[in-house]
C-alpha cells in the first residue's frame, strides 16, 4: 500500500529523497556527436560483406546506456576510452551488399533520447539517419582537391591564329564576331561573340594555378561547338580547333547578305578538316600531361542530355554533308546513320526535317534519343570511355543537366549506372560529378551513379543568403535569410543529410560559376540583370571585406572548395553572360589572390579542413562559428557579418579542445585586408573569448587534446 504524502507537507528529509527519486538526469546534449568520417565509422567507406567499427561520443558519466539501431534491433555499446570531456562508446557491426542505415538510442536516467544527422531527437526521424552504402567509394584525390573552373573563351588567349573571326559563319541567325578589346564586357545576346582564350593560353598560365595552390581544373565544354559556352556540341570527337589548333584554313567568311552557312568556308575547313581535329586532340593531351607532371587533374565537361544542330549527327548548317567526308545528316535525309539518335515528330518531313525534339524547346539543343538507339548509346558510352584513356587520360566528367536525360526517370537512372561502369572501367578513380538542382539523393544513395554534385542546396544557397541575402542570380533579395544563422545552419543539415559523407567531401562548393551571378556581386544586395541594370552596376558597391567571409567558408566547409577562373582576382557580374568576363590579367586584386593562397595553403596543411568533423559551435544574427576536427586536429572558424564590431564567446569544448589548450589564431580577414600573424587565445572553462572587426572572418587551430582507443 502506497501512502500519498502531499510534498507541502513533507520534512526536508522526505523531499529531498522525492525529488532525486523522481528527477531526470540532465543531459548534455552538446557533447554528443557522431558522423560518418573515419573518426566515427571505421573505415569510412566499407567494402561489402565487411566488419565496420561505429563510433559515439557523450559527455563524461553523462550516459546509461548507448545503442546502436539498425535493422529493427538495437546493440548496447561499449565505452572504449575517456578524455577530460568526453566518453566514446563503440560497437562493431557487419554490412552486407545493400544500403544500410543505423542511428543511436542512448538513455539517462528515465530519458529516453535518439541521435542520427538531424541531432537529438525525442522520437526518430529516420530521414537523417546515418548511411553506409558498402564498396561505395570516392577518390581520394578528389576528397583532398582544391578546383578551379575554367570557362576557356574568357581566360587567356595565348594564338590569335585560331581565333574566331567576324563573319566566320552564322549562329542563331547573327554573324559571329571577334571581340578585340580583352576588357570588353560581354553583350546580352553575345553567345557569338569570342574573346579568343584557347587552351595554349592554359598550358601558359599552369604554374600559375600551380601556385595559387589548385589542384584540378574543371573545364566548360572544350569540344568542337559554334557557341561561346559550347553546351551544344557540334563533335565530341574533337577539340575545337578554335580552343586547339588551326592548320589547315580558308579564307572565305560570310557577306552581309548571308542568311545561312552555305558559304562559312573558314568555320567549315577549320571545324571538319581531320588535320586539325587531331592536332587540337594532341594539344588537349599535351596540356592534360602538363597538369599530370604538376600533381593537377583534369576534368571535362559532358553535355550528354543534347547536342547542338551543328552536331555532324543532325548536320541541319549542311556543313559535314558540304565537306564531302561525312555521312548524310539526320536532318538532310531519313536515310542517315544518324536518324535514330534523335526523335522526330513528323516521318515525313524530309529533307531537311525540323521537326525534332529540342531540350526545352530549343531547335539548337536537339535532345538525344539514347532509348530509340542502341548506336548511340554505344557511342556515348564510348565517348565516355575515350577521354578517360591514353593518350587523353582525364581525370573525371562534370555532367550537364544529368538529370534531364532520356525519357524516363527509369532510363535515366540505368543510363548513369552504365557510365560509371563504362568510366570507371578505364580509370577506376575517375570522377563523376553532375549538375543538379534539389535532391541528388536518388542519384548518390546507392552509389552505382554519380559520385557527387556541384553543390547548390548545401553550400552556394546557404552562403549566398546568409552573407549577402542575395538569391544565387541575383534576381532576389531576402532580408529574413540575410544574417539568419538559424536558417543556414538548419539549410546546411537539411541538405548535407541527403549525401553520403565521402559524396559530400568531393562535392563542388562554389560561389560562383557560368550559371549564376558572382558571388561578388551578390555582395552588392541588388536585384538585376545585365538587361535591367546594365553590366556596370554590377562592379557598384561591391564589398570586398564579404567576399573574404565567403572564401573563409568556402576553404573550411565540408567539400572540395571550387573557384571559378577570377573569382580570386575580384571578377564580378550579374547572371550569364555577364559572369563570363575576361580574367583581368595585369589588373587583379591581388590582395584577394594572396587570401586564396594563405586559405589553400592552410586547407592543406590541415587534414582535418578536408576529411574532417563539421560541428556548428555558435550562432546569433549575422555571426556563426564552426568547428573542424579529427584526433589530430582542430580547427575554429567564427565569421562577423556584421558592419560593427563583435564579441563572443565560442565553446570550444565540443570539438575537443581542453582547457589547458591553447587556440592560435592563423588567418584573419578585415575590411582592410587580412593577416596570418600568429595570435594565441587561452581556453578558460572550455571557451575562448573572440573580438571581431566590422564584417571579418578568424580561422583558429588549436592544439591538441589526445584520446586513446583501447
Not at 573558314?266 to 571545324?271: A, G, L, N, V
Request: glycine residues 6%; negative net charge; hydrophobic residues 35%.
Amino acid at each position: 500500500m502506497s501512502i500519498q504524502i502531499p510534498f507541502e507537507q513533507m520534512n526536508r528529509t522526505q523531499k529531498m529523497f522525492t525529488y532525486f527519486s523522481t528527477r531526470q538526469q540532465i543531459l548534455d546534449e552538446k557533447a554528443i556527436f557522431s558522423d560518418e568520417t573515419e573518426n566515427y565509422r571505421i573505415p569510412a567507406e566499407p567494402s561489402m560483406n565487411s566488419p565496420v567499427v561505429i563510433r559515439l561520443r557523450a559527455a563524461k558519466n553523462n550516459l546509461d546506456h548507448a545503442y546502436v539501431c539498425y535493422q529493427g534491433e538495437c546493440y548496447a555499446m561499449d565505452v572504449i576510452s575517456s578524455d577530460e570531456y568526453f566518453d566514446y562508446y563503440e560497437y562493431t557491426l557487419k554490412v552486407g551488399e545493400k544500403l544500410f542505415t543505423y542511428f543511436f538510442k542512448l538513455t539517462t536516467g528515465r530519458l529516453t533520447i535518439y541521435y542520427n544527422k538531424k541531432g537529438i531527437m525525442r522520437e526518430p526521424d529516420h530521414y537523417f539517419d546515418f548511411k553506409i552504402m558498402p564498396g561505395f567509394r570516392t577518390p581520394n584525390w578528389a576528397k583532398n582537391a582544391v578546383m578551379y573552373q575554367i570557362f576557356v573563351d574568357r581566360f587567356n588567349n595565348s594564338d590569335p591564329s585560331n581565333d574566331v573571326v567576324d563573319n566566320e559563319y552564322m549562329y542563331i541567325n547573327k554573324p559571329a564576331r571577334r571581340v578585340t578589346d580583352w576588357n570588353k564586357l560581354p553583350d546580352q545576346d553575345g553567345v557569338g561573340e569570342f574573346y579568343g582564350g584557347d587552351l595554349k593560353g592554359v598550358l601558359e598560365k599552369l604554374d600559375y594555378l600551380k601556385e595559387l595552390g589548385v589542384d584540378v581544373i574543371y573545364f566548360n565544354p572544350i569540344f568542337v561547338s559554334p557557341s561561346n559556352h559550347k553546351y551544344d556540341t557540334q563533335d565530341y570527337d574533337y577539340v575545337d580547333p578554335h580552343y586547339g589548333v588551326v592548320i589547315k584554313d580558308a579564307q572565305e567568311v560570310l557577306d552581309q547578305a548571308d542568311k545561312d552557312n552555305n558559304d562559312a568556308k573558314k568555320y567549315i575547313t577549320r571545324t571538319t578538316e581531320t588535320v586539325n581535329l587531331e592536332a587540337s586532340n594532341n594539344l588537349f593531351a599535351n596540356l592534360v600531361h602538363e597538369a599530370h607532371q604538376r600533381n593537377m587533374k583534369v576534368i571535362l565537361d559532358g553535355v550528354f542530355n543534347h547536342c547542338g544542330s551543328f552536331n555532324k549527327w543532325m548536320d541541319r548548317e549542311k556543313f559535314y554533308a558540304n565537306s564531302h567526308n561525312y555521312p548524310v545528316g539526320a536532318y538532310g535525309a531519313k536515310s542517315s546513320p544518324y536518324y535514330s539518335f534523335f526523335h522526330f515528330h513528323n516521318k515525313q518531313a524530309w529533307p531537311d526535317n525540323p521537326y525534332y525534339d529540342g531540350w526545352w524547346g530549343h531547335d539548337t539543343l536537339p535532345k538525344l534519343n539514347y532509348e530509340g538507339s542502341p548506336k548511340l548509346y554505344k557511342y556515348v558510352m564510348d565517348i565516355a570511355k575515350k577521354w578517360m584513356s591514353p593518350p587523353y587520360d582525364a581525370d573525371g566528367w562534370r555532367l550537364d543537366v544529368a538529370a534531364d536525360l532520356g525519357y524516363s526517370k527509369e532510363f535515366n537512372h540505368q543510363f548513369w549506372k552504365d557510365f560509371r561502369r563504362e568510366v570507371k572501367s578505364v580509370k577506376p578513380d575517375a570522377i563523376i560529378i553532375a549538375e543538379h538542382y534539389g535532391d541528388p539523393s536518388d542519384w548518390l544513395i546507392h552509389g552505382d551513379q554519380w559520385d557527387t554534385v556541384m553543390n547548390y542546396d548545401a553550400f552556394m544557397e546557404p552562403v549566398s543568403w546568409f552573407l549577402t541575402g542575395m538569391q544565387k542570380h541575383s534576381d532576389e533579395f531576402r532580408e529574413d535569410l540575410l544574417g539568419n544563422h538559424h536558417s543556414f545552419f538548419d539549410a546546411m543539415k537539411y541538405n548535407m543529410a541527403r549525401f553520403h559523407t565521402q559524396s559530400l567531401q568531393v562535392a563542388m562548393n562554389q560561389l560562383s560559376n557560368h550559371d549564376h551571378s558572382r558571388f561578388l556581386t551578390r555582395t552588392n544586395r541588388t536585384v538585376g540583370r545585365t538587361h535591367t541594370v546594365g553590366a556596370e552596376a554590377a562592379n557598384a558597391n561591391v564589398d570586398f571585406a564579404v567576399m573574404k567571409e565567403a572564401v573563409v567558408i568556402q576553404m573550411t566547409w565540408v567539400g572540395a572548395p571550387t573557384i571559378y577562373y577570377g573569382d580570386e582576382a575580384g571578377v564580378a557580374g550579374w547572371t550569364d553572360p555577364d559572369n563570363r568576363r575576361t580574367y583581368p590579367w595585369g589588373n587583379e586584386n591581388t590582395e584577394l589572390i594572396a587570401l586564396h593562397r594563405s586559405l589553400i595553403s592552410l586547407r592543406k596543411a590541415i587534414p582535418a579542413l578536408r576529411t574532417g568533423s563539421l560541428k556548428f559551435l555558435y550562432g546569433e544574427y549575422n555571426v556563426i562559428a564552426y568547428g573542424r576536427f579529427d584526433d589530430h586536429d582542430q580547427v575554429v572558424v567564427v565569421i562577423n557579418n556584421n558592419n560593427h564590431d563583435k564579441t563572443v564567446e565560442i565553446p570550444v569544448w565540443e570539438i575537443g579542445v581542453s582547457n589547458s589548450s591553447v587556440c592560435q589564431q592563423v588567418i584573419e580577414t578585415t575590411r582592410e585586408g587580412h593577416s596570418t600573424a600568429a595570435q594565441k587565445y587561452n581556453v578558460k572553462k572550455g571557451k575562448i573569448k573572440v573580438d571581431l572587426t566590422q564584417n571579418s572572418a578568424k580561422i583558429f587551430k588549436c592544439k591538441h587534446f589526445s584520446h586513446d582507443y583501447e
